[in-house]
């Protein structure tokens, strides 16, 4: 067999396995231990976004602490994240000064709050924080996100918990966030409440999981996980789903984080 037509047959026989994996974790099962629960605990398109923001933001390290924390503060709030943010006392405030995820201190969430406040007390939404006109790519309105998002009196050390791929951060959270946001493929996972931008100019998101398994599949070759290893995962998965590159983060991510629990039940067992 020619060379050409094998990397064919293997490139076919890839994307049957990728998309049946696709089809196993992206269903309602997913979404009780992914952080992309806590946005499900609501139905107002504001209150989804805040939520959901909040727990990407939060997404690193365990899953199940990254629940809890998200849980914790959305409670906090009185499961109304939008209203708070909007019309929030001082006294409401004063409740969130014990709050601590990792390095991300009430002093961060201050100006979370304050950010939303300002904004969404002129947009209905929060995708013209991202995207404020439509033909925007993905690396313009994290860009964009970024300056906009700091463009009030902030302490610096608030900016650490926004990536931008200015800064060549593979900006997996905020990615992770734009497909919950924008994938609409009626699977019940996604929300697609987003218009502005096309599942098919989603950049996949990166983290050691996906990354991991990505170079085991041939998907990606470049060692450091950062923006351009995010720009070349993604460009080889379009070749797989031109509309829809993004979805084979459920197959990525999923197997890693499968491959990692076997990994760990084998060792200790």
């Known amino acids: 067999?020619?060379?050409?037509?094998?990397?064919?047959?293997?490139?076919?026989?890839?994307?049957?396995?990728?998309?049946?994996?696709?089809?196993y974790?992206?269903?309602?099962?997913?979404?009780?231990?992914?952080?992309?629960?806590?946005?499900?605990?609501?139905?107002?398109?504001?209150?989804?976004?805040?939520?959901?923001?909040?727990?990407?933001?939060?997404?690193?390290?365990?899953?199940?602490?990254?629940?809890?924390?998200?849980?914790?503060?959305?409670?906090?709030?009185e499961m109304q994240p939008h209203q708070f943010c909007l019309h929030h006392t001082a006294g409401a405030l004063k409740k969130l000064s014990g709050f601590k995820h990792r390095t991300f201190t009430a002093d961060d969430l201050y100006y979370f709050i304050e950010f939303f406040h300002?904004?969404?007390?002129?947009?209905?939404?929060?995708?013209?924080?991202f995207f404020p006109r439509k033909g925007m790519t993905v690396e313009e309105?994290?860009?964009?996100?970024?300056?906009?998002?700091?463009?009030?009196?902030?302490?610096?050390?608030t900016e650490k918990h926004i990536s931008s791929p200015k800064q060549k951060s593979s900006c997996k959270r905020l990615n992770m966030y734009l497909r919950w946001?924008?994938?609409?493929?009626?699977?019940?996972?996604?929300?697609?409440?987003?218009?502005?931008?096309?599942?098919?100019?989603?950049i996949c998101p990166l983290d050691v999981h996906v990354s991991r398994i990505a170079r085991q599949y041939g998907l990606l070759y470049r060692k450091q996980d950062d923006w351009e290893a995010a720009l070349e995962l993604t460009a080889n998965l379009r070749t797989l789903d031109k509309q829809d590159p993004v979805k084979y983060d459920f197959a990525l991510f999923g197997t890693g984080v499968m491959e990692n629990k076997l990994s760990s039940v084998n060792e200790s067992g």
């Open 1 to 23: 067999m020619r060379t050409s037509e094998k990397g064919l047959n293997d490139k076919r026989q890839l994307k049957k396995l990728l998309n049946a994996k696709v089809d």
């Open 25 to 77: 974790y992206n269903q309602p099962s997913f979404i009780k231990n992914d952080p992309i629960c806590i946005p499900h605990l609501f139905t107002k398109q504001q209150d989804i976004e805040i939520a959901g923001f909040f727990a990407a933001i939060f997404a690193w390290g365990n899953r199940t602490t990254i629940i809890n924390k998200s849980k914790e503060l959305m409670q906090l709030m």
């Open 118 to 129: 300002q904004h969404y007390s002129q947009h209905h939404s929060l995708e013209t924080a």
């Open 141 to 157: 309105g994290l860009n964009h996100f970024k300056n906009y998002f700091f463009s009030f009196e902030h302490l610096k050390r």
């Open 181 to 202: 946001m924008v994938r609409d493929d009626n699977k019940g996972v996604d929300f697609g409440i987003w218009k502005n931008l096309s599942p098919a100019d989603l």
